[in-house]
């Protein structure tokens, strides 16, 4: 026999109880007796949960479009300063022109909305998460920077974290070893890239 009266427990209650109850507990059933006679309840309950978390993830995608944008604008700045310099490559103009048209289109499309565009910013953001100095070479991108987790084993193995501003693409062949060796991850690209894929999703489903 149950000892717990859950009709006095709200619907988060009751399904905060229901993710620690053993189901051989003397209350599980009466438990599930009044999860099922507020069952519309709890599926509106859930279908709001679900509204909140995608409100969250369109924000940090709108976050994520400014983001871009800004990137674009501060490679621009950098790219014309140092055509003006005159210490500008082909390679290095073709990087440039690539990476600022990559994150204009991006931002624009994720700050409007465009669903079926998100795979712009998908891609983007993807392709910031690795960073490395391997051996001689040596390959970072990010858009205005990031916060890493990194492991680093140029003198001895270390693992850490560090935030950097570092807005374009480097990308170096040293006819040694490169100063450091390390790999690290962009956490940030992560949160963002979940933001984007969370979107994508639920906008994806609700077409079919």
């Known amino acids: 026999m149950s000892t717990v009266d859950y009709s006095k427990y709200s619907v988060e209650e009751l399904l905060d109880v229901q993710a620690h109850i053993s189901s051989d507990s003397p209350n599980y059933q009466a438990l599930m007796a009044e999860l099922d006679a507020r069952k519309e309840k709890v599926d509106e309950f859930a279908q ?11 924000n940090r995608v709108k976050i994520i479009g400014y983001f871009q944008l800004a990137a674009a604008a501060v490679m621009l700045i950098m790219f014309i300063l140092i055509v003006i310099d005159g210490s500008v490559t082909y390679l290095s103009a073709s990087i440039a022109i690539v990476a600022i048209a990559l994150n204009t289109v991006a931002g624009y499309t994720a700050i409007k909305e465009m669903y079926d565009k998100y795979w712009i910013s998908i891609l983007n953001q993807l392709i910031q998460i690795p960073g490395l100095a391997i051996g001689s070479v040596k390959a970072v991108y990010s858009g205005l920077g990031g916060f890493y987790l990194y492991i680093n084993w140029t003198h001895e193995i270390q693992l850490g974290f560090s935030a950097y501003f570092s807005p374009g693409f480097s990308f170096f062949k040293y006819m040694g070893n490169s100063p450091d060796q390390y790999i690290r991850i962009d956490i940030l690209a992560l949160v963002f890239l979940g933001a984007l894929l969370t979107v994508s999703q639920v906008k994806g489903a609700a077409n079919k």
């Open 48 to 58: 709001q949960q679900e509204r909140q978390v995608f409100s969250i993830a369109e």
